[in-house]
């Protein structure tokens, strides 16, 4: 292994990549893996270098100290020389600057090709995404793109006007117009996204199956619960009449709960974070309090019980309270795409821009719809379904003390309660994760999201409490003992691989994270490859699963239907999963393929 030549904290000369010129840096650190030097310029900007671009300062006062020995008044009289030519005739000065101009523009192309410039200042952003998905790990904003793009030009023709007449303050005059309009039109090509190709979940005609399928099949686990005999042989269901799926005062209480979280999340607590760069090179602003609202809202709650609110009415209205929320997500969903329609062309979904009416309104037309400063998709993404999720295990806890005379829950359902409230805590403590997952920087908002988020997760979610309510199941302290084991094991696994990601893309150099190896790639991002990016994949979604496993397993084994969650989690997260690798490998490339052959297993050890 090659030894390094600077030393960390060693003050040298660095090269700007992509250009012929040097500037002061101070040497930060040394990956022995990748031979790159991080070095901080003066503005705070860290890079990293190879050797090959940094110079010692020592080398460059003796260069200056050369060309300041030369004659002054050799080169004044060189100068007084071209001035009286005659402007026809060609200048000494103007020919050895053309010379010098070849030379750079053969140096500058040959620095392009050599220089790897790998940015190491990622923002401050959280994570929760997973391996290879697009997050703010690079200085992607597209003004620093365009400066990037266009530097050399501006630095050969530095070189030629080294010798120009003239003056120094017109030339940066010129430069500044010159990068401004080139950024200018930069951002003006890139800002529109593109229409949307390839189409998902199977279409046109696929999304409009799945706009009737998914409130068909979330009515269908609800009805099988009540029945005394849930067996899936049992289709289709008893159906109950109409008019009893509607109860105005129920869907009144849904807006209640819904305007609620909306007050919760405007309050001015918590901090504000920037989101990833949109298109456009704008960053948008994020208040994190999604703890704080549920903190708010168990307070909330304890209130109503002190004074003896029935709520196990949740519990009795169940299946009204859900097509309550089915149709509050429809009407959102219209809402949000008629207010798409009139969206600049820069916020819309690049996943949401076919065309195709149905596929748009179902995947969701524009990115991130705000009224004001409330961003819909991002409060309705933790707020009103995760914290609802565990408000409706609350009220199955009751309900069930109450339908079968206890004095305290049962232990299956105390176990169901306790590890699906430490996941939505978890999600809400991180919250900040969220804004790097593909929902919110890809994913518009449409129906895809909006019924998933109010109505998928807290009526299917909660499918085990409620399945318990009318199924009770007992089981023993060591078999307890052994679920609570396999959860634990499920959330080391996932909140540890999330956590070793998240401080990786944070600050790479942490002497912390020394032992974490990684491939670089063209983006300036390293995949890992090794700790748990190196034993799978997506470790994130082998830990979800288990904890999805240890959710179902306390209602026991005389039904499927428990368990279809746990189906269900490992059909989406192979959806998940191949959605990743295609991005994944457009996006890397070379590198990620390099990547999957070290690392060939995707979610399950030695099976998948």
């Known amino acids: 292994m090659p030894s390094r030549k600077f030393a960390d904290g060693e003050v040298v000369m660095g090269r700007w990549p992509g250009s012929v010129l040097y500037y002061e840096v101070q040497v930060a650190s040394y990956d022995d893996v990748a031979h790159l030097y991080t070095v901080k310029y003066k503005d705070g900007t860290e ?101 990037e793009k266009f530097k050399p030009d501006l630095d050969i023709e530095r070189v030629l006007e080294h010798y120009s007449l003239r003056p120094r303050k017109e030339e940066k005059k010129r430069e500044e117009i010159y990068s401004e309009k080139k950024i200018f039109e930069t951002m003006k090509t890139e800002k529109a996204p593109p229409k949307t190709k390839e189409l998902e979940f199977g279409g046109r005609i696929g999304t409009f199956m799945l706009i009737f399928f998914l409130p068909a099949t979330v009515f269908y686990l609800l009805l099988m619960c009540k029945q005394d005999d849930p067996s899936i042989m049992n289709f289709p269901p008893p159906l109950p009449a ?13 807006l ?42 168990a307070a909330a709650i304890g209130a109503l019980l002190y004074f003896q609110f029935e709520l196990h009415y949740l519990y009795d209205h169940f299946m009204q309270f859900a097509v309550s929320a089915a149709a509050f997500s429809m009407g959102l969903s219209i809402f949000l795409y008629i207010r798409s329609l009139k969206a600049p062309e820069e916020e819309l979904a690049p996943s949401g821009n076919s065309g195709y009416l149905v596929y748009d309104f179902f995947i969701g037309h524009e990115l991130n719809p705000r009224i004001g400063s409330f961003d819909l998709k991002y409060f309705c993404e933790l707020r009103p379904g995760l914290i609802g999720w565990v408000v409706i295990n609350l009220a199955m806890l009751l309900a069930e003390m109450k339908i079968h005379n206890l004095s305290m829950p049962s232990l299956s359902m105390i176990l169901v309660n306790s590890f699906q409230l430490l996941y939505v ?9 969220v804004l790097t997952t593909m929902d919110i ?51 080391y696994i996932f909140r540890s691989a999330n956590s070793q990601k998240n401080n990786f893309r944070r600050n790479p150099a942490d002497p912390k994270l020394a032992y ?25 979604y082998l830990g979800d699963i288990i904890m999805a496993l240890a959710w179902s397993l306390p209602c026991g084994f005389n039904h499927i239907l428990p368990y279809f969650y746990v189906i269900y989690f490992i059909c989406l997260l192979v959806h998940r999963e191949a959605r990743d690798e295609h991005h994944c490998k457009q996006k890397y490339g ?17 099976i998948y």
């Open 47 to 147: 890079l990293a270098l190879k050797e090959s671009d940094i110079r010692t300062l020592s080398s460059f006062k003796h260069r200056k100290s050369q060309s300041s020995s030369s004659s002054p008044s050799r080169r004044s009289s060189s100068r007084s020389r071209s001035r009286s030519r005659s402007p026809g005739r060609p200048a000494k000065g103007r020919r050895r600057s053309s010379s010098q101009s070849r030379e750079h523009k053969e140096d500058k192309k040959k620095t392009v090709q050599e220089t790897n410039l790998v940015p190491l200042k990622p923002s401050e952003n959280n994570t929760r995404s997973y391996n290879g998905e697009p997050e703010s790990t690079e200085r992607n904003d597209t003004s620093f793109i365009a400066l």
């Open 242 to 254: 109409l008019e009893s799926l509607w109860e105005t005062r129920v869907f009144g209480v849904f």
């Open 256 to 297: 209640l709960w819904f305007a609620l979280q909306a007050l919760f999340y405007l309050l001015p607590i918590g901090k504000v974070v920037e989101g990833l760069p949109l298109s456009s090179g704008k960053k948008l602003h994020y208040r994190i309090n999604g703890f704080y609202a549920f903190i708010l809202t």
């Open 425 to 433: 805590v978890d999600a809400l403590w991180n919250e900040e994760a």
């Open 441 to 491: 920087t890809h994913d518009g908002f449409g129906f895809m999201l909006a019924f998933g988020d109010l109505v998928w997760v807290p009526f299917v979610y909660s499918l085990q409490a409620f399945y318990l309510v009318g199924h009770p199941t007992t089981i023993s302290w060591p078999v307890a003992a052994a679920i609570t084991i396999l959860n634990c094991i499920g959330y």
């Open 516 to 540: 974490l190896k990684f491939i670089p790639t063209a983006t300036g991002k390293g995949l890992l490859v090794t700790g748990w990016w190196g034993f799978v994949r997506h470790p994130n």
């Open 590 to 606: 070379l590198a990620w393929e390099k990547y999957c052959q070290r690392v060939p297993y995707r979610i399950f050890p030695y």
